[in-house]
């Protein structure tokens, strides 16, 4: 096939609903600074993510960073987090002057590993800051019993979990402040965006100062702020995207059960174990290359599949505690499940308009590599 499958292909809005919004932008020559657009998508947004309060942001790594300079804790505190993730977790978190102290996952659904948080717990730790990878929920309640027998603070990097809910309640609401990044390769975009979702009413002020440079009002600057608002654009494609979004998670639902339907035919190409109490938005299609069995290894996999146009990816390869100028900053620690898994993880293209006919293509080409 000549086609080529990206791992990810951003949902777009017909571009007519776009353009309806775009023009009263246009008349009224409000680009940026909170203006109409930012307030309908955000009112609108809270009200699908089932949340009590809502900041939206440029984009979600500033929002991340920005949700731990919120909390102003002492520099240095730690932070415990897991590194199979997208950099910007641990970037966040040393960009806010906090360190971070790294457990390793689950070998089931990739998240923190519960059982091992209370080992890395010092008189220095404030925060835990959990990653609901691909979607995959992390253990939201075993963390909070942890987060409040131990006086912590929890953050949740919720960038893969958009519109997810576990056991009825939207994903936003669980630990202090959940981030969703809207990023284009994200379930739902706003070309580059995100937001907070956070329980303290006393972080609302901080929480919306902080974007736009600590002004409060116009001879009010209440604190050192930085430039991450949302702009209007931005707001617009968010209002847009949204109609769409419970579609485009339907259609994602009916693509990951074909995948995991024919990759169940293929020896050593393993898939997830979906979790009853969630409802998944289906982000990734992630996939373990068990080398025995299948007989060739993940990286020779990913480079077959090039030749036939098929560009996955090594989500999450190389684990973030790995990265040498990060050690003297970090308390990088024993990760060996993390280890195992980002040696074997290859995640598939899906988005919502792949076909029937584009996974089965996909598919048949990773039969044929089986040695
Ligand atoms: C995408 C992503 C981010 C950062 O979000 P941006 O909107 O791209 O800044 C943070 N964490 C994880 C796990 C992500 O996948």
């Not at 990206?6 to 409000?30: A, N």
């Not at 996909?362 to 089986?370: A, N, P, S």
């Amino acid at each position: 096939m000549n086609k080529r499958f990206d791992v990810t292909k951003p949902s777009m809005p017909p571009i007519e609903e776009y353009i309806e919004e775009l023009g009263t932008i246009w008349s009224s020559r409000w680009l940026t600074n909170m203006g109409e657009k930012y307030a309908v998508f955000s009112s609108r947004l809270k009200e699908y993510l089932n949340v009590n309060s809502i900041q939206l942001f440029c984009n979600g790594h500033n929002a991340l960073e920005l949700a731990l300079i919120s909390l102003d804790l002492p520099k240095g505190s730690e932070v415990i987090t897991t590194p199979f993730t997208f950099v910007s977790t641990t970037f966040a978190i040393i960009r806010a002057g906090l360190r971070p102290v790294f457990c390793d996952i689950n070998e089931d659904d990739f998240t923190i590993d519960t059982s091992k948080i209370e080992s890395l717990i010092s008189e220095k730790t404030r925060v835990i800051l959990p990653v609901h990878v691909y979607g995959n929920v992390c253990d939201v309640e075993k963390i909070e019993e942890i987060s409040n027998s131990n006086n912590l603070k929890v953050v949740y990097d919720a960038a893969h979990a958009f519109g997810e809910k576990y056991d009825e309640i939207g994903i936003g609401n669980f630990g202090d402040i959940s981030m969703f990044s809207f990023h284009a390769t994200k379930v739902f975009n706003t070309i580059e965006g995100g937001c907070l979702c956070y329980k303290d009413e006393d972080l609302q002020d901080k929480l919306r100062t902080l974007p736009n440079f600590g002004i409060k009002s116009e001879e009010e600057i209440e604190l050192i702020g930085t430039n991450a608002k949302m702009n209007e654009f931005q707001a617009a494609m968010g209002i847009c995207n949204l109609r769409h979004i419970d579609d485009a998670i339907e259609k994602r639902k009916n693509a990951y059960h074909e995948y995991v339907d024919r990759l169940a035919d293929i020896d050593g190409i393993e898939t997830g174990i979906p979790n009853d109490m969630v409802s998944s938005n289906y982000a990734y299609m992630p996939v373990c290359v068990n080398a025995d069995i299948y007989g060739i290894n993940r990286d020779d996999l990913y480079d077959k599949l090039k030749e036939y146009n098929i560009y996955a990816r090594k989500y999450f390869y190389p684990l973030t505690n790995s990265l040498q100028f990060i050690s003297n900053l970090a308390d990088v620690g024993q990760t060996p499940v993390a280890e195992s898994v980002a040696s074997k993880i290859l995640t598939l293209p899906i988005y919502e308009d792949i076909s029937s006919t584009d996974i089965e293509y996909i598919c048949e080409c990773i039969k044929l590599q089986r040695k």
